[in-house]
């Protein structure tokens, strides 16, 4: 399905929705497939929660601690393909899909982050993935490891955020740039109303895997696997998925207030932030009022990245050049290194706990 907003354009919103994986616009030559994404083509831990839904893990590796990825807005675990191999070479990792998303089952219920959030703890107990965790979240993930981290402050030894949305993000926004708030408000009613129209007409049977597809609702990355685009397209072919993603997309608000906890304070815990230092230019559709406010947020989105360091005593906030948002696929390496060496200083850590034991 076409969004109003290309993938690189949203990246440095602020709002950072991060292209419906299975949906976005792509360029006409399609390159060549990434040996990496044969792994991720079909699902390979499907914890089943209470309620009988399912939500897909992809963990690799062994030791402590656990590593655990979340996707920005709209992505799923695939897209931390290029990270999650070389962190499991020394210790668990586990990367998860939101409902509705990869391999996992659509949601009934509100998809805010409180929702999410309690989809993940429901499944790292249903997996049986313990503790301690080190956080890895972009973007939007960088929600849920913050919520995760509160309710689990005694299991959360560490925290990686890359170039995250900020909490309170869609007020701050308002209240520094509101022409440019109420411009990207529209563009994702919009967006979202075009997955309820994906939704809609698998259910009345005007679309159907054989048939046109003008909206490109069973669109997707031309480097996916032709395995891959299949099961992709056999699971969108269900309407929940996409009164599930279009619920994600509508409750962004809701979940940027969610996360705000003034009493939360991470001690020493290692934390670390990555922002991407390259502004985007905004889409002209939005209009050149809303396009002028874009600087003033941009500032305070990078204020807000400080602060979420200052929540530990061990925090940093890194400014990486060149990349958009998406830092761990432009630049892996970064991302890699930081999670790398939190884990060889928390493995160190213990090792000595130990032996004074």
């Known amino acids: 399905m076409k ?12 709002i950072a929705l991060s292209c419906l ?42 030791g402590s601690p656990t590593v655990i990825f979340t996707t920005g807005l709209g992505d799923w675990s695939l897209v931390w393909n290029k990270v999650q191999g070389p962190i499991a070479l020394k210790t668990r990792t586990c990367a998860w899909d939101r409902a509705g998303f990869g391999f996992s089952d659509p949601s009934p219920w509100p998809q805010d982050i409180k929702h999410t959030t309690d989809d993940l703890e429901s499944a790292l107990k249903a997996a049986r993935i313990d503790g301690p965790y080190v956080m890895v979240g972009h973007s939007l993930g960088g929600y849920e490891s913050l919520r995760f981290a509160d309710r689990h402050a005694d299991q959360v030894v560490g925290m990686v955020l890359v170039d995250p949305s900020i909490p309170n993000q869609a007020q701050r926004m308002k209240a520094v740039a509101p022409k440019l708030s109420i411009a990207l408000k529209k563009l994702f009613a919009q967006d979202a109303s075009q997955s309820k129209t994906c939704a809609t007409k698998i259910k009345n049977g005007s679309l159907t895997l054989t048939s046109a597809d003008p909206d490109e609702c069973f669109s997707y990355d031309p480097e996916y696997p032709t395995n891959l685009k299949n099961s992709m397209r056999a699971l969108d072919s269900k309407p929940a998925r996409w009164v599930t993603k279009a619920s994600l997309l509508a409750q962004f608000d809701t979940s ?68 958009s948002h998406y830092i761990h696929l432009i630049k892996p390496d970064i991302v890699i290194s930081t999670i790398s060496q939190m884990v060889d200083e928390i493995q160190l850590k213990t090792k000595l706990a130990a032996k004074q034991n």
């Open 3 to 14: 969004l109003n907003l290309n993938l690189y354009q949203l990246s440095r919103i602020g």
């Open 21 to 62: 994986a299975a949906c976005y616009s792509m360029a006409a030559d399609a390159p060549s497939v990434d040996p990496d994404y044969t792994l991720y083509t079909k699902p390979q831990q499907l914890a089943v929660l209470p309620d009988g839904r399912k939500i897909h893990l992809f963990c690799a590796g062994e």
């Open 256 to 323: 940027s207030t969610e996360v705000i906890n003034k009493s939360r304070n991470f001690g020493s815990m290692p934390l670390r932030i990555l922002t991407a230092a390259d502004p985007q230019e905004m889409p002209p559709t939005i209009g050149s009022a809303a396009i002028a406010q874009y600087p003033t947020f941009f500032a305070e989105f990078l204020h807000g990245h400080d602060a979420l360091a200052a929540l530990s005593t061990n925090g940093t906030n890194t400014v990486v050049q060149g990349p």
